[in-house]
């Protein structure tokens, strides 16, 4: 059985000459008191014979309410594998936008458990641009080797590794 496979966009912009990243945070009740290694790029699923940057462009509309399409020209990153299987197709594209003011997509549950109530929650809550280190202790461990790539990429190699310390 083929692996799932999700696409998203790791946007960046630089602050003198410093890239810092955005991330974004999952709402709804189960993320809401976490945030080392709990926030992610916008990313999701691609459809069946869908391309992977219309859906990485596609999710990144959803989860935060604005196109990146016309961002910046977007360069692919290597696919990782998440721990449960998941491939992950992300794409680097330099993008300073507003995020102060989400859109996201919503979805619903039993809130609480074995309540009986479905509540709707947003896809995204927040998100937020981190300068590197900071941004490695927020990612998601599953997709960690993303935006170790990217920082390799925009910084180089030398410099991306005296930014791979203990994260912040």
Known sequence: MPSE??????????RRRV????????????WARRD????????????????TWSAAAREFQEELGQPIADAGEPSPL?????????????????????VSH???????MEWP?????VQ??????RAAYFP??????????????????AISRILGPDDAKMTQGEPR
């Open 78 to 98: 290597t696919p990782c594998r998440t721990k449960r299987g998941k491939v992950v197709v992300a794409w680097l594209v330099q993008a300073d936008l507003d």
């Open 19 to 30: 890239p810092e990243f955005l991330l974004v945070h999952p709402g709804g009740p189960f």
């Open 132 to 149: 590197p280190r900071v941004a490695l202790g927020k990612i998601h461990l599953g997709q960690r080797p993303i935006l170790v790539e």
């Open 120 to 125: 709707a929650f947003p896809e995204v809550d």
């Open 36 to 51: 080392e290694a709990a926030w992610s790029i916008p990313k999701g699923l691609v459809g069946e014979g869908e391309e």
């Open 113 to 117: 458990p074995r309540s009986g109530r």
């Open 5 to 14: 496979v999700s696409a998203g966009v790791l946007a960046y912009r630089l």
């Open 102 to 108: 989400l859109v996201s997509n919503t979805f619903e």
